[in-house]
């Protein structure tokens, strides 16, 4: 049974910097896509950021040149470094992974974890 298990979330200032890691099991191959959503309260979700099969990546325009996703070899740790946090990025952030396509399109993405709270605030 895939589970895909948060960590890592908090408080943080306006500026500062969050990481936050994702732990992906139940596997029998390596997923083809992974990658965070998030969604603020009254908000939709939305796509924050990608990691497709070959290892290229799509963020929102949101949070580029901010945010910076990765993984290890066997895709079985996903994470996202978050830098220079603005209030805007407060949500509850979703660890999410696609079997055959990969984009910031929510419907693409069967499996997704509970998700793990970021608060920007001074």
């Known amino acids: 049974q895939v589970q895909l298990t948060e960590l890592g979330g908090g408080s943080v200032q306006p500026g500062g910097g969050l990481r936050i890691s994702c732990t992906a099991s139940?596997?029998?191959?390596?997923?083809?896509?992974m990658g965070w959503f998030r969604q603020a309260p009254g908000k939709e979700r939305e796509g924050v950021a990608v990691?497709?099969?070959?290892?290229?990546?799509t963020y929102a325009d949101s949070v580029m040149g901010r945010f910076t996703i990765s993984a290890d070899i066997a895709r079985s740790t996903l994470s996202l470094q978050m830098d220079s946090l603005k209030p805007e990025d407060t949500a509850m952030y979703y660890c999410?992974?696609?079997?055959?396509?990969?984009?910031?399109?929510?419907?693409?993405?069967?499996?997704w974890g509970q998700g793990t709270q970021v608060t920007v605030s001074s």
């Open positions: 999410v992974t696609a079997s055959r396509a990969c984009a910031l399109v929510t419907s693409f993405f069967n499996y």
């Open positions: 139940g596997y029998t191959v390596r997923p083809f896509c």
């Open positions: 990691l497709h099969y070959d290892n290229s990546t």
